[in-house]
Nanobody
Framework: QVQLVESGGGLVQAGGSLRLSCAASGSIFSINAMGWYRQAPGKQRELVAVATSGGRTNYADSVKGRFAITISRDNAVKMVSLQMNSLKSEDTAVYYC??????????WGQGTQVTVSS
């Protein structure tokens, strides 16, 4: 089992920046990737960015060049952070942290609201 605790998020003006962080604890040794997804009202949840334990990253086209994901580990906690710059109103959504063992085993955070005012 993995527990995910998210922090960050909030209200920001367009063009501003926010940083999301997520701490994973529990059975973190089996985590192969951590990432962020988002879900806007009336839309499906979509991938924002993901980082593998091997150092590979992948971003949604809509956030490339604006968002940066980092993954790190400190003893029994594995962290994933998402630095979001040049925010746009279309980035408004609930952002969810994800920790993945494989295609069958995923863990989700509770979600944190990001609102970008234009």
């Amino acid at each position: 089992q993995v527990q995910l605790v998210e922090s960050g998020g909030g209200l920001v003006q367009a063009g501003g920046s926010l940083r999301l962080s997520c701490a994973a604890s529990g059975s973190i040794f089996s985590i192969n990737a951590m990432g962020w997804y988002r879900q806007a009202p009336g839309k499906q949840r979509e991938l924002v960015a993901v980082a593998t334990s091997g150092g590979r990253t992948n971003y949604a086209d809509s956030v490339k060049g604006r968002f940066a994901i980092t993954i790190s580990r400190d003893n029994a906690v594995k962290m994933v952070s998402l630095q979001m710059n040049s925010l746009k109103s279309e980035d408004t959504a609930v952002y969810y942290c994800n920790a993945r063992y494989n295609e069958y085993v995923n863990y989700w955070g509770q979600g944190t609201q990001v609102t970008v005012s234009s």
